[in-house]
């Protein structure tokens, strides 16, 4: 379908779209509705879109953002092919558009922060593309740049209001943007607000979750999360996240054989029509195999919950688009005895190193360090461990994921230097932990015992 700019239809925010088709419009913004709001169904949502117009530039640009989004290496083949059909339709496109398939692009060869700079440049002239700033939020996310996706929201919120479509999204990304500046006043109304206009917000639930987190709310969040969890049926593996954090809270009550029922039923659940269909999201493995590690760091037995996961891990051997998942998928391998295939995952780590791109430079400085630490940690040479991951600790932010998540990390560190006897680095993992939360360390079960047998020393 050849589109001009007399012919163009408008989505719902009323930016310009390339296709004359209104079906075709109707299905980009049911589409878009989906993506926010984390729907199981998108796929199909977008199926629907490109065989409502198969030659709209933007919807093709859609399937490579989704391809890209699942951090998967197997998946980048589908996003340059998208970005390539993309580009071939995209002489009709508007500037905007045509500024997406190159933000496409250069996500697909490697090049983030590029990616990041085009859609950011398209948000200074279109702060409603929800799909522009989306996706920012996300990369940023998953770079570790809080300030900058707290920079990005509070540059666009003054152009929306509550009569768009897609304000909850803004809101709930503002608050989780807030939350992990540590901003925690300006976060939790904002989340609050999202889900008083949209209770099905995962978003935003998870925003405000996560304060409750840092904050050591952990009746509060139990029942804000059990209290929502009726409005999450029908979406995607986020409520799977979800379901972790309050486990989160149940662990730090003692409540173990009720962290385990949530395991199994909830957010690992291998007979889950979600989990089925995607076993090894990189969200879903970060779930599962921090929750294992926090759960025998305390002497909880987890049975044979390892193993799938290490089936998984020497599965996708050499795959290192998510850096933060690399050393969970190291957690599992370890915590099964499966030396070698550990030792091939830090071998795999070590060829992407070398690569050009921004996250190859992540891989290299952070996630490397930690694995070959892993390994070290493994064999019992804690003192080894303790020197490996030391530099790394500094900047290991940039792996993505939230504090929250990090945590598992930093217990690593502080169970290596325990184990080896190095208190003045258990004091050092120590200082940074109390810098990032707003209650003392001695609080949270994971550090309870470092933070007596530091003083003691």
């Known amino acids: 379908m050849t589109t001009n700019s007399n012919t163009r239809c408008r989505d ?23 993506y ?71 996500w697909a060869e490697g090049d983030l922060d590029r990616t990041i700079a085009l859609w950011e440049s398209i948000l200074r002239e279109h702060p409603l593309d929800v799909v522009a700033f989306r996706l920012a939020h996300f990369a940023n996310f998953w770079l570790g ?35 992990e500046a540590g901003n925690y006043l300006a976060a939790e109304p904002s989340g ?3 889900i008083e206009l949209d209770p099905g917000d995962l978003w935003a639930a998870h925003a405000v979750a996560h304060v409750m987190e840092m904050q050591g709310r952990r009746s509060e969040g139990i029942a804000w999360l059990t209290e929502l969890a009726p409005n999450w049926e029908g979406s995607h593996n986020m409520q799977h ?3 972790w954090h309050l486990a989160l809270f149940e662990l730090e009550y003692g409540n173990h054989e009720r962290v385990l029922e949530l395991y199994d039923t909830r957010f690992r659940n291998l007979a889950a029509p979600l989990t089925v269909a995607s076993p090894d999201v990189y969200i879903d493995v970060q779930n599962a195999a921090s929750m294992l590690f926090r759960l025998q760091r305390l002497g909880v037995d987890v049975g044979r919950r390892w193993d799938e ?15 933060f998942t690399l050393p969970h998928w190291m957690m599992a391998l370890t915590a099964t005895g499966r030396t070698a295939a550990a030792q091939r995952t830090v071998e795999g780590m ?5 690569e050009p791109g921004t996250v190859a430079r992540i891989v290299r400085d952070y996630a490397l360090p930690i694995a070959e630490a892993q390994l070290a940690y493994a064999a019992g040479r804690y003192t080894e461990a303790v020197a490996l991951m030391r530099p790394a600790l ?15 990390l930093e217990q690593f560190f502080v169970d290596a230097a325990l184990k080896a006897g190095r208190h003045g680095d258990v004091r050092l993992v120590l200082e940074r932990v109390a810098g990032l939360r707003a209650i003392a360390p001695e609080r949270f079960v994971g550090w309870r015992d470092a933070v007596a047998r530091a003083a003691a020393a």
């Open 145 to 179: 740049r809080p300030q900058d996706m707290v920079s990005s929201v509070e540059r666009v919120l003054p152009a929306w209001s509550g009569e768009l479509p897609g304000y909850t999204a803004i809101l709930a990304c503002h608050s989780f943007a807030h939350e």
């Open 309 to 323: 996961l290490a089936d998984k891990a020497e599965a996708r051997i050499g795959d290192c688009a998510s850096a």
């Open 394 to 408: 500094g900047g290991m932010y940039r792996l993505g994921g939230s504090h929250a998540q990090q945590d598992v």
């Open 12 to 34: 719902a925010r009323g930016l310009a779209i390339s296709t004359a088709s209104a079906a075709a419009a109707a299905a980009f913004d049911h589409l878009i509705v989906g």
């Open 192 to 194: 609050r607000r999202a």
């Open 241 to 243: 996240h979800l379901w």
């Open 36 to 106: 926010l709001t984390q729907r199981a169904d998108t796929p199909d949502r977008l199926a629907a879109l490109l065989e409502a117009d198969p030659d709209f530039a933007l919807a093709h640009c859609m399937r490579g953002y989704f391809a890209m989004m699942a951090y998967k290496q197997a998946t980048v083949p589908a996003a340059l092919d998208a970005a390539r059909t993309a580009q071939s339709l995209a002489a009709g496109a508007t500037p905007r558009e045509r500024s997406h398939v190159a933000a496409l692009t250069a």
């Open 350 to 354: 070590r060829a992407y190193a070398r």
